[in-house]
């Protein structure tokens, strides 16, 4: 299952890549916001990141105006590897190489078919492991590390 929230800068970009997920038969699931009325960025970053982080979903997708501060939030959480992406190389780079498991775009910055294409590289990239898979443990033990105070 797939999660995705964005806050008022991201909805229509959401709405988009949600239709786009359904269509490609992806399971997701839409944590908000509804509407274009203005809100708190952080409210809907960490519902994702939360679940991530817990295992209730497999993997997220963030959108707010820029990406920033969704990507900022969503970092915060155990296990989270979110990465903000720009275009389909780094929607591929960041699958391949840090196997992120929440994307985050940006609803002002983003072309809705660029979006779209950059999802879809994101979904059909694997993760290449080895070297990379041993420099994710290093983040991970660094995080338990910050999580036990010892940093």
């Known amino acids: 299952m797939f999660i995705i929230a964005s806050d008022h800068g991201g909805l229509e970009l959401k709405e988009l890549v949600k239709t786009f997920l359904e269509e490609r038969q992806v399971a997701v699931r839409d944590l908000g916001t509804g509407n274009s009325e203005s809100v708190d960025y952080p409210d809907f970053g960490e519902k ?59 609803g002002r910055v983003l072309a809705p078919e660029v979006a779209r294409k950059m999802v879809a590289a994101w979904l059909d990239t694997a993760f290449e492991g080895g070297r990379h898979q041993r420099r994710l443990d290093k983040i991970a033990q660094i995080e338990q590390e910050v999580q036990k105070g010892q940093i």
Request: positive net charge; glycine residues 12%.
């Open 48 to 106: 994702v990141a939360r679940a991530v982080s817990r295992g209730e979903a497999e993997k997220g997708i963030l959108i707010c105006g820029t990406g920033i501060g969704m990507s900022i939030v969503a970092n915060k959480f155990p296990g989270v590897r979110a990465a903000l992406i720009n275009d389909e190389f780094t929607a591929r780079m960041c699958k391949e190489h840090n196997n992120a498991n929440i994307i985050v775009m940006g």
